[in-house]
């Protein structure tokens, strides 16, 4: 619940605006307290008076305009909310914001602030994908600013790629968490999540079982007690976690960059199943039957990146968590393996075909520390994540 949260929502000018409306209600529906504030272009696709009506609260539209400057300044109106919403945030916006240029009433706002901001982007996929806008987003995300989306899909100009704005319902869902306060506020923890594709040739990859359940309930229960959560995610099948930072990737060599990207971070939990090899030359073509002669495929070894990371010395995060799927001989082989990799933490677990785990709902895990191994009773991998972000908790307060 939301109840008496005061959110200031900047409804930035795209053809996504119109789902501002939508959000505006389900917040309202949930106790929150909703000021709306129009950029110029925003104020082309909804209008002030819709915002107002939606929200009960007067809508904010222009610096100039502010006749109220002497009854609630600009610095005022940003202070005075718990946070400050961009939806949509356009690249615009964005670009305005990693600037800290300040010459509309948006942008001052969020200039002025102090105040935690969401931005949820909605734009064109090329202007997504553009150079400049990757630098924004990392620079905001540098300065703390948290994301929600943009999704994947159909794109109001026809094109098809990142770019469409969240959900409300997922805007809202990243907004309670956000919101959310607990023992890991203030902290930011890294999840690895799901398998990795290693591709053949453009059709064909080589992949394995794990559907991203494990990793996806970690971040949540992370997200829950309050921290800001990336999720580096393979293709996987399991839902992503509502009001983590998502980054997706395919390859083992893709989810190497993207952590390295997102740190320093305070943990790192290593639960993706990383493809070890790839294929050392994937084709650029589609590979075709020749006259019955079966292709070879060479491997290449992937980088190691709970290795990495574990070694990384300056700026290695407090805590390193890897797991460890096994068949045989679980805790002897995840015992070695903490100590190969140099990580602080290895979560073991029986892979085994008869336990049902892998791409199953519950798990049996042993946690492997410099105090030893510690066998946690088979549950839920929803229990199992609450009880690792409890001890990661206590591991970073200690
Ligand atoms: N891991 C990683 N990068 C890799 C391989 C694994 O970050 N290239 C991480 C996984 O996320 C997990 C742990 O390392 O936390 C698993 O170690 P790994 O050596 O891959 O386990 P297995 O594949 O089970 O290893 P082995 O074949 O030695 O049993």
Redesign the pocket.
Known sequence: MLTDKRILLIIGGGIAAFKSLELIRRLRERGAWVTPVLTRAGAEFVTPLSVSSLAGEKAYADLFDLTDEAEMGHIQLSRSADLIVVAPATADLMAKMAHGLANDLASTLLLATDTPVLVAPAMNVRMWEHPATRRNVSTLRGDGISFVGPNEGEMACGEYGPGRMSEPLEIVAAIEMALAEGPLTGRRVLV?SGPTHEPIDPVRYIANRSSGAQGTAIARALAVMGADVVFVTGPAEADRPEGAHIVEVET?AE??AAVQSVMPVDAAV???????WRVASASDSKIKKNNGKIPTLDFAE????????SQMGTGRPDLV??????TDDVIA?ATA?RTR?Q?DW??ANDVSPETGIMGGTENAVTLISDEGAETWPRMGKDEVAHQLASRIADALDA
Do not use: H, Q, R, Y
């Open positions: 690895t083992a989810m190497m290593f639960a993706a199943a990383v493809a070890d992937n980088p190691d990146i709970l290795a990495s990371v968590v890897g797991f460890a799927a096994e082989n393996k990799k990580c290895i979560i």
